[in-house]
């Protein structure tokens, strides 16, 4: 119990600590024309995090993600970690679909936003389908983008129906779609939870990319139940590595 306390304690203290130290550091960065730079600095706090929390992380088929050109990532979300082990691992220039509130965060949301991450309110409305669009030309001039395309974190490990939002974004910025799956990070610090699992295992899955050429808007529903069904089967396989099997 001790020991949990004080694991919990130091996972805790050094995520605050290293977000503070890095948020002005990567704002900074991304000023600059390089976005390699500001990259890197999220590459090296996302690592240190995980590390502070003791979690053994891999990646399997980082292969699959096409070296030239822009991507749209869809994958599930089961922890506030889940960023995490995707900085610590894709190389690609990438931003993230995140929810507003997070960029109201002193220091963390100015970072998020300075960096290029696309504030959504999640209601559908005209605010966020405008985001949306200027999303889409971003995809297809500078940026690839994550979406965790079931909105919401996943209590208790299992899929929830994906919205259609990142099947319309790739459709829209016609470029290629990247499933990828994470499985343990929802034992690490589960969803209302406050004690840190120490030393969980965790393994992000990446599947080969699914054209967009020549569909249109009409095709996203399609699309996003394909989606739905590439993330589960590498899903399967996530939890299989991680040991988190719901």
């Known amino acids: 119990m001790i020991r949990n306390l004080l694991q919990t304690a130091f996972a805790g203290t050094a995520a605050v600590g290293l977000t503070g130290v890095f948020s002005p ?23 240190l995090v995980l590390a502070s929390a003791g979690v053994r992380h891999e990646a399997v088929g980082l292969e699959h993600i096409p070296a030239d050109g822009n991507v749209v990532f869809v994958c599930n979300h089961q922890s506030h970690y889940d960023a995490l082990v995707h900085l610590a691992h894709i190389r690609k220039h990438t931003r993230y679909v995140a929810k507003a509130e ?38 297809r001039e500078r940026v690839s983008v994550l979406f965790f395309a079931e909105g919401t974190r996943s209590e208790d490990g299992f899929l929830r129906p994906f919205k259609k939002g990142a099947a319309a974004l790739a459709i829209q910025a016609g470029v290629p779609v990247v499933p990828m799956a994470v499985s343990g990070t929802r034992l690490i610090l589960p969803k209302g939870g406050r004690a840190v699992r120490w ?10 990319p699914i054209s967009t050429q020549d569909l249109t808007i009409q095709d996203r529903e399609a699309l ?21 099997v719901p």
């Open 224 to 244: 996003t139940r394909r989606l739905e069904d590439a993330v589960a089967q590498l899903y399967s396989e996530a939890c299989k590595r991680s040991g988190d």
């Open 25 to 47: 550091v990567v704002s900074a960065l991304s000023l600059r024309e390089d976005p390699q730079d500001a990259d890197r600095a999220l590459n090296a706090w996302a690592r």
């Open 102 to 139: 997070l960029f109201k965060i002193p220091v963390f949301g100015a970072a998020l936003r300075r960096s290029g991450n696309i504030p959504v309110e999640r209601t559908g409305g005209r605010g966020d389908k405008a985001r949306l669009s200027e999303a889409a030309r971003a995809v």
């Open 199 to 208: 030393g969980q295992r965790v393994a992000l899955m990446v599947g080969e």
